[in-house]
């Protein structure tokens, strides 16, 4: 660090006050410059270090930029500004800049408060669990089903998914919201399991969070017993991206986790960067196919060899295949002549309440 910032001093002017302010941070005071010319090519001086080859070291920047006074004019309204900036840039990919803007500023506003929201959901009751049915392809039944986390807000009403799970792993929220979802799961299993429902399973996903916080096995353990269910009703869904940078660790609770005799699942198949190689490292009982391979099925000859290879190499291996994302007939039939094992997506269903489903398990649709 003391090298880097010796570099960083030396391609600035003798005017402009640099100080680390923490961590791997630092702030720059440009004064008397003019505004974005002057500050940008200051700024391209201090990313050409960081483009420089370094021998067995890999460097990124990011940079966040505020003015005076356009951005404000007290040194803690402008700090964090940039700071917002900053994270701005970051979230845009490595060695990025980005100039502060109000609409930056609004965003994160409302990022900040949604997080506060997320905080108290759970005692105010607002996140809620609907089921996606899962369909054996062999006769178009539906099997099983995927648990997955609603929220929905006084304030902001409905909040996508994809909205609410990145911040609820940010800020650790993840793992109570897991546990009420896995809770809610066994609850149903017992409801199912003593009124005659036996060919079933349910799905939970589990994050790298609640993985990384070990307590995920705890859970299960305590659950299970506490509503006396069957583990053969139960499966777990991960992700490859989860054992990325903790492989050993979470391959271990993973290890516990089989031996209970719950259902392993590799969620969003495709995606990552080692897929094949985890089809043999990781004690999987399912593969899922990501819906990104599904979109354009029926269309791109690539696409369909790639899928009938997934198939065919899975089964080889011992696992079952589910195919995700299936919006047309037509996807559900290639699938089919293929020997998918089964397939999810709103061409069979959309996510339905618990009352819903009890409509439609072990039927036809």
Known sequence: MLCLSGEIRSVLDDDILMCRYSGDTFILYLNNIDYEDGIITTVEKVF?????????IYLTISMGIALVPKNGIQYDFLLKNADIAMYEAKMNGKNKFKFFSDEMGKKVIKEYTL????????????IYVMFQPKV?????????????????????????????????????????????????????????????????KIAVNLSEVQFQEEIVVSDLKRLIKKYHI????????????????????????????????????????????????????????????????????????????????IVRLSHQLGIEVVAEGVEEEEQAEYLKAISCDFVQGYYFSNPKSFDEILNIIGKKL
């Open 136 to 200: 054996l392809l062999e006769d178009y039944t539906v099997c099983g089903f995927e648990a997955l986390a609603r929220w929905k807000n006084e304030k902001f009403g409905e909040v996508s998914p994809a909205k609410f799970i990145p911040l609820a792993e940010e800020s650790k929220m993840i793992v109570p919201i897991g546990t009420f979802v896995l809770e809610e799961v066994c609850k149903k299993i017992r409801y199912l399991s003593s009124n005659g429902y036996s060919n079933f």
């Open 115 to 126: 997080q506060k929201e997320l905080r108290t959901s759970l005692e105010k009751n607002e």
């Open 230 to 309: 069957s583990t053969r009703h139960l499966e777990v869904e991960i992700t490859e991206s989860m054992f990325m940078k903790s492989f050993e660790s979470n391959l271990k609770v993973l290890e516990e986790i089989k031996k209970m005799g719950i259902t392993i699942a590799l969620d969003d198949f495709g995606t990552g960067y080692s897929s094949l190689s985890y089809l043999t490292k990781l004690p999987i009982d399912v593969l899922k196919i990501d819906r990104s391979f599904i979109i354009d099925l029926c269309l791109n000859p690539k696409e369909k060899c790639m899928v009938e290879n």
């Open 48 to 56: 050409d270090i960081f483009r420089k080859a370094h021998e067995d």
